[in-house]
C-alpha cells in the first residue's frame, strides 16, 4: 500500500481540482482496455471515468475500447442487464468483440467486470495467459477455491492482478490504515448485504463492508463465529494478535455504508462510499505500473473470512479457523489449477 503522506497529497488534490483528473495529468500514452463481462454498472461508470475528458472526474491514462459482453446466464439480475448496457457502451464509442481470445489480443489491459464471480476463473483465463494485467472486480470468484485458483495462476503466468471493492479506497479507511489513529486495535464495519443463492452469503453485497474490515484490520484473522437472522448479519473475527473485528449485514431498514475502526491514539469513523473514482485512480496506476495496492494474501484472506462464514452457519453458528477453511480450498483449487495448465 502506498504511505498515508502520499494518500493524503492525492486526496487533497482530488479535492482542489473537483474530480481526479489531476491525479494522472500524463494522458500521452493512453493504454487500450478491455472489458469483459456488460452487467453490473460499474461498467457505465468505469468506462465513463475513462474515456469522458469532459467528464469533471475524468482520469486520463486508459481509455476503453472493447468489450467482450458474455457473463452470467443465470442471474437474472445480470442477464436482463446486457442489451440495455450493450446500446450505452457503444454510444460511448467502446466495440462490441465476441471472441475473448481475440479481444485480449488487442488490448493492453483488463477490466473484469462480470457481476456474476462464478465464470470469473474460466474468463480470466486469456488476460493470464497473454501476461496482462487484469482488475478483477467484486467478487473475484464465485468461491474461495476458484478465488486462490486465480491467484496460483497469475503467479504461474506472471500476469499482474488485483482485485477490490471500492469501499477499500473511501478516505477515512485510507486514512485509518496510513496511521491516523496510530496502531489499529479493533473495527466495527457495516453495509448492506443482499444475498444470492448462487455465490457465499457475502460475496455478493457484503463484500463492500467486509473490503473495509480487512483495509484496516490486515490479513491475518484466526478465527470466525457468525450470527444470521433473516434481515441481518453479525460475523466476528477475532486476528492472530487477540484483535477482534466484526462485520453487520443489513437487509433491513436504513442501510449504507460506515464503521468505526479502534486506535492506539484515537478512534475514527471508517468505511465511507466515496464513489467510483479514487477506485479507478489505482485501477489506472496498476496498469501503468503492473504493481497492484492490494495483495493477493489480504485478497484471499478476506475471502476466506467470507467462507468461514458460511461454514459457520453450516455447523450451527459456531467458530471457525481459517487455516482449515484455507486448507480445503486450497486442495481444490491446486486440482483446478493443474487441469487449466495441462490444457
Not at 504511505?3 to 473537483?18: K, Q
Not at 448462487?198 to 484496516?216: A, K, N, Q, R
Not at 484483535?243 to 465511507?272: C, E, L, N, Q
Not at 484471499?300 to 467458530?319: I, N
Amino acid at each position: 500500500m502506498f504511505g498515508f503522506g502520499y494518500r493524503i497529497c492525492l486526496l487533497a488534490t482530488v479535492a482542489a481540482f473537483s474530480g481526479t483528473s489531476a491525479v494522472l495529468a500524463d494522458d500521452s500514452e493512453v493504454l487500450r482496455i478491455g472489458m469483459i463481462g456488460l452487467d453490473t454498472s460499474h461498467c457505465l461508470a468505469f468506462t465513463k471515468i475513462l474515456n469522458s475528458p469532459e467528464d469533471p472526474k475524468h482520469i486520463p491514462g486508459c481509455r476503453v475500447v472493447l468489450v467482450y459482453p458474455k457473463g452470467s446466464v443465470d442471474i437474472e439480475s445480470s442477464v436482463s442487464r446486457v442489451p440495455e448496457y450493450t446500446e450505452k457502451i457503444e454510444a460511448m464509442g467502446v466495440e462490441v468483440i465476441y471472441d475473448l481470445d481475440a479481444m485480449v489480443q488487442q488490448v493492453d489491459a483488463v477490466l473484469l467486470e462480470t457481476n456474476d464471480g462464478r465464470p470469473h476463473l474460466e474468463q480470466i483465463v486469456p488476460v493470464l495467459k497473454a501476461g496482462k494485467p487484469v482488475f478483477v472486480d467484486k467478487p473475484i470468484a464465485g468461491s474461495l477455491a476458484d478465488c486462490i485458483a486465480i491467484f496460483e495462476l497469475a503467479n504461474h503466468y506472471k500476469a499482474p492482478i488485483f482485485s477490490s471493492s471500492s469501499l477499500r479506497f473511501g478516505t477515512s479507511t485510507q486514512a485509518v490504515r496510513g496511521g491516523s489513529i496510530g496502531e489499529v486495535t479493533g473495527c466495527d464495519t457495516f453495509s448492506p448485504c443482499s444475498l444470492e443463492k448462487t455465490h457465499p452469503d457475502l460475496f455478493w453485497y457484503g463484500i463492500h463492508g467486509v473490503e473495509s474490515l480487512f483495509t484496516v484490520m490486515g490479513a491475518e484473522v484466526k478465527t470466525v463465529v457468525r450470527t444470521q437472522t433473516v434481515d441481518f448479519e453479525q460475523v466476528t473475527g477475532t486476528w492472530a494478535d487477540g484483535r477482534i473485528g466484526t462485520f453487520r449485514g443489513i437487509r433491513s431498514g436504513k442501510g449504507g455504508y460506515g464503521g468505526m475502526a479502534f486506535g492506539t491514539k484515537a478512534t475514527a469513523a471508517v468505511g465511507s462510499y466515496d464513489g467510483y473514482a479514487p477506485l479507478v485512480v489505482e485501477i489506472v496506476k496498476f496498469f501503468k505500473s503492473g504493481q497492484p495496492p492490494v495483495t493477493s494474501e489480504e485478497t484471499t484472506a478476506l475471502y476466506a473470512f467470507m467462507e468461514a462464514a458460511d461454514e459457520s452457519k453450516r455447523r450451527g453458528f459456531v467458530p471457525v479457523e481459517i487455516a482449515e477453511v484455507l486448507q480445503t480450498a486450497r486442495d481444490e483449487a491446486a486440482q483446478k489449477v493443474a487441469a487449466i495448465i495441462a490444457r
